[in-house]
């Protein structure tokens, strides 16, 4: 009869072991193995009760080391979104456009020019000319050290589009380390107006826009300036 007993004992042991096993594989790492009896049983069932306690040590530290790591990444994602902002904003304040007379546009490109930068001057300028009506514009190159080929194709695209706006589009300042350039690179700016300092360029505009009468501004447009000023 006491044998009996003793593997009833057994048999609800193993299968309440079966039963935190099932659980602790659920996810649920609370439970554990009561041992109510001193028997051979009785060290497995300390192992698996060792086994989970180092399971779920185990797991905290992952889970807490996920979270520390996906906190990192969330940091550097933020400080991505940030740089990348203030590269755009650097990237519009160093493409300038500025109405500089009487229905004239100026911008003055200073350093080194690149594909994504040349983009974004295009768009400023082509955006000016349309809030501004302006007919005239002046792109000075003098600060630019050199241009590739992809570069020198979008001032080609901006004078082009400027000529769509109505707008007649000047490149001064072009060093001659750029013009060597162009011209190693094959590139055709034969359909581009150029002139050799900004003054040039600023002459030619004004005289194009009638502004001029023997080298001297004409008083009008100079009181005109005035007042809007």
Not at 18 to 32: K, P, T
Not at 102 to 130: C, F, H, W, Y
Not at 167 to 179: E, F, L, T, V, Y
Request: glycine share 4%; hydrophobic share 40%.
């Amino acid at each position: 009869m006491s044998e009996k007993i003793v593997f009833e004992k057994a048999k609800e042991r193993i299968e309440h072991i079966e039963d935190v096993l099932s659980s602790v594989a659920a996810g649920d790492l609370d439970v554990r193995i009561e041992a109510e009896i001193e028997d051979d049983l009785t060290g497995v069932e300390e192992a698996i009760n060792i086994l989970i306690e180092d399971l779920t040590y185990e797991l905290k530290q992952s889970k807490k080391m996920r979270e520390e790591l996906e906190e990192k990444l969330s940091k550097i994602e933020d400080q991505q979104k940030t740089i990348m902002r203030q590269q755009d904003d650097l990237l519009e304040l160093s493409s300038p456009v500025t109405k500089v007379w009487d229905n004239i546009l100026i911008l003055p490109v200073i350093g080194t020019l690149d594909s994504q930068r040349a983009q974004i001057m295009m768009e400023n300028l082509l955006q000016k000319i349309v809030d501004t009506g302006c007919t005239m514009s002046i792109l000075d190159i003098t600060g630019v050290p050199t241009v590739d080929t992809q570069v020198a194709n979008h001032l080609l695209k901006t004078v082009t589009s400027a000529r769509l706006l109505g707008a007649d589009c000047i490149i001064s300042g072009i060093s001659p380390a750029i013009a060597q350039t162009i011209v190693h690179l094959g590139i055709d700016l034969s359909v581009i107006r150029t002139k050799a300092t900004l003054q040039d360029a600023m002459i030619y505009a004004m005289r194009k826009n009638n502004q001029l009468t023997d080298g001297k501004i004409k008083s009008d447009h100079l009181h005109e300036t005035e007042e809007t000023e």
